[in-house]
């Protein structure tokens, strides 16, 4: 205790103030050790999680560089660091025999709404779609679910990857690349993959309810050009001002933040792809047209419903499309009723670079389906393969991280007794970024319970 009655007052300030510092030191070491204590389980999880596997007399589909016809797989964390006939397996790798089974890359959908959208009848499920036309700010990672019950039944069909893709507007917002394992949006996002996303403006008759004149609709046409053109003038504008003035750093006036155009500009500047959401082919055209006017450096079409009728403008114009969904019908009722089915390999026949997507939320998992439809109707089997692994990812610059089984990749792969494009094929494991996933979903959980049921 201190004695105030005979310490000067300076002596008895310092006192108190020691006793002070000796106080909140104590109280910071006992809350520091009680932090480690419960660190520490996190800690010790995060080392047995990040364990490695040797997958084993397997066929291996590498889709990069031809089949391995048996051989081994090596994961150590989250990657892949050997695929060869003969690999030195290191002591403590956990062994898992593939004798008779096939090792394929992880399939990429390229264009869903998976994460962002839960019920297709409940609005308060779904979160795709921000107020406004000009949102391309409006990021979909911040909106993805990872607790969504679709993605493990995503997942269990071999799907590891998906792109989750805003819509509504002229510009819904930017879309992210994501993987489907993960506690956070953060921890599921696919490094350098996000993707502004540009819902190019249809023109015409939309349909038998569209009353307007011949004179509304050609106005209604040219004035949803020119929003997307001045939209874009100011983007441009805006890289220009802030490549000036990042040049210039001890300036002291800066470029005034204005979110919608600051989100366009690696787009604007070619760092990043611009994904134009385009279907029908008068549509498809304008697009070609606006791209080459715009000097647009790294465009990407998605839908191209009719592509297969301008496949050979596309081809030249050297533009990607990402087409789906496949399980569909014709635009037209003149068309044939494979026309859904056939456009993928029509396009790919023109010298298109072509991916597939599904468009959906719930029905993700039918992805290796489409790319089976595809291949039945015209599509090579081993560009319908490519098309769901290697080609999206290259499409949107994600490929030295997934799209096929080579070391220094994500290890995103899954195991099958055949061919995945199949209905009778089981899928026997799945690894998302090194983690063996169990193949457990609501689904299963479902044909679990009514398996038991009395009867």
Same mark, same amino acid.
Request: net charge negative.
């Given at each position: 205790?201190?004695?105030?009655?005979?310490?000067?007052?300076?002596?008895?300030?310092?006192?108190?103030?020691?006793?002070?510092?000796?106080?909140?030191?104590?109280?910071?070491?006992?809350?520091?050790?009680?932090?480690?204590?419960?660190?520490?389980?996190?800690?010790?999880?995060?080392?047995?999680?990040?364990?490695?596997?040797?997958?084993?007399?397997?066929?291996?589909?590498?889709?990069?560089?031809?089949?391995?016809?048996?051989?081994?797989?090596?994961?150590?964390?989250?990657?892949?660091? +050997?695929?060869?006939?003969?690999?030195?397996? =290191?002591?403590? #790798?956990? $062994? &898992?025999? %593939?004798? @008779?089974? /096939?090792?394929?890359?992880?399939?990429?959908?390229?264009?869903?709404?998976?994460?962002?959208?839960?019920?297709?009848?409940?609005?308060?499920?779904?979160?795709?779609?921000?107020?406004?036309?000009?949102?391309?700010?409006?990021?979909?990672?911040?909106?993805?679910?990872?607790?969504?019950?679709?993605?493990?039944?995503?997942?269990?069909?071999?799907?590891?990857?998906?792109? +989750?893709?805003?819509?509504?507007?002229?510009? =819904?917002?930017? #879309?992210? $690349? &994501?993987? %489907?394992? @993960?506690? /956070?949006?953060?921890?599921?996002?696919?490094?350098?993959?996000?993707?502004?996303?540009?819902?190019?403006?249809?023109?015409?008759?939309?349909?038998?309810?569209?009353?307007?004149?011949?004179?509304?609709?050609?106005?209604?046409?040219?004035?949803?050009?020119?929003?997307?053109?001045?939209?874009?003038?100011?983007?441009?504008?805006?890289?220009?001002?802030?490549?000036?003035?990042?040049?210039?750093?001890?300036?002291?006036?800066?470029?005034?933040?204005?979110?919608?155009?600051?989100?366009?500009?690696?787009?604007?500047?070619?760092?990043?792809?611009?994904?134009?959401?385009?279907?029908?082919?008068?549509?498809?055209?304008?697009?070609?047209?606006?791209?080459?006017?715009?000097?647009?450096?790294?465009?990407?079409?998605?839908?191209?419903?009719?592509?297969?009728?301008?496949?050979?403008?596309?081809?030249?114009?050297?533009?990607?499309?990402?087409?789906?969904?496949?399980?569909?019908?014709?635009?037209?009722?003149?068309?044939?009723?494979?026309?859904?089915?056939?456009?993928?390999?029509?396009?790919?026949?023109?010298?298109?670079?072509?991916?597939?997507?599904?468009?959906?939320?719930?029905?993700?998992?039918?992805?290796?389906?489409?790319?089976?439809?595809?291949?039945?109707?015209?599509?090579?089997?081993?560009?319908?393969?490519?098309?769901?692994?290697?080609?999206?990812?290259?499409?949107?610059?994600?490929?030295?991280?997934?799209?096929?089984?080579?070391?220094?990749?994500?290890?995103?792969?899954?195991?099958?007794?055949?061919?995945?494009?199949?209905?009778?094929?089981?899928?026997?494991?799945?690894?998302?970024?090194?983690?063996?996933?169990?193949?457990?979903?609501?689904?299963?959980?479902?044909?679990?319970?009514?398996?038991?049921?009395?009867?």
């Amino acid at each position: 205790m201190i004695d105030d009655c005979h310490i000067p007052r300076y002596q008895l300030v310092t006192a108190v103030a020691e006793r002070r510092r000796w106080c909140v030191e104590t109280w910071c070491a006992e809350r520091i050790s009680i932090l480690a204590l419960t660190l520490l389980p996190v800690v010790l999880a995060a080392e047995v999680t990040a364990q490695s596997y040797a997958l084993t007399n397997a066929r291996i589909e590498t889709v990069a560089y031809g089949t391995i016809e048996r051989g081994t797989v090596l994961i150590e964390g989250d990657r892949i660091v +050997a695929t060869a006939a003969e690999v030195d397996i =290191p002591p403590g #790798a956990t $062994l &898992i025999d %593939l004798d @008779g089974l /096939t090792v394929y890359p992880g399939m990429i959908d390229s264009g869903t709404q998976l994460g962002l959208m839960e019920v297709g009848s409940d609005a308060r499920t779904q979160d795709f779609r921000e107020v406004g036309d000009l949102t391309p700010h409006a990021m979909a990672l911040t909106a993805v679910n990872p607790n969504s019950a679709l993605i493990p039944v995503t997942r269990v069909s071999g799907v590891t990857t998906v792109l +989750a893709q805003p819509s509504g507007g002229l510009f =819904p917002g930017t #879309a992210a $690349l &994501i993987n %489907l394992h @993960g506690y /956070t949006p953060r921890q599921m996002f696919v490094d350098g993959s996000h993707t502004v996303v540009l819902d190019f403006p249809t023109s015409g008759r939309r349909g038998g309810f569209d009353s307007r004149s011949d004179d509304e609709i050609e106005k209604a046409d040219k004035e949803a050009v020119k929003k997307l053109d001045d939209m874009w003038d100011r983007a441009e504008a805006y890289a220009r001002l802030d490549s000036a003035f990042s040049a210039n750093p001890d300036r002291a006036r800066t470029t005034e933040y204005v979110p919608e155009v600051a989100a366009l500009l690696p787009a604007v500047r070619g760092e990043r792809p611009l994904l134009i959401v385009v279907s029908r082919e008068v549509d498809i055209r304008k697009a070609i047209e606006w791209v080459e006017r715009r000097d647009i450096e790294w465009p990407i079409f998605s839908g191209v419903a009719e592509g297969w009728r301008v496949a050979s403008e596309i081809a030249d114009a050297g533009i990607p499309c990402i087409v789906g969904p496949v399980l569909s019908t014709p635009t037209r009722d003149s068309d044939r009723f494979d026309r859904a089915y056939a456009n993928a390999g029509l396009l790919a026949d023109a010298g298109v670079r072509v991916a597939l997507r599904t468009g959906e939320s719930e029905n993700v998992r039918n992805l290796p389906y489409h790319a089976g439809f595809a291949a039945a109707y015209g599509m090579d089997r081993e560009m319908a393969l490519r098309a769901v692994t290697l080609t999206p990812a290259e499409i949107l610059g994600v490929a030295d991280d997934v799209g096929s089984v080579e070391p220094g990749k994500l290890a995103n792969l899954f195991v099958t007794d055949g061919d995945p494009f199949e209905t009778s094929t089981t899928v026997h494991h799945v690894f998302v970024e090194g983690y063996h996933v169990p193949l457990e979903s609501r689904q299963t959980e479902l044909y679990e319970e009514f398996l038991q049921r009395s009867r």
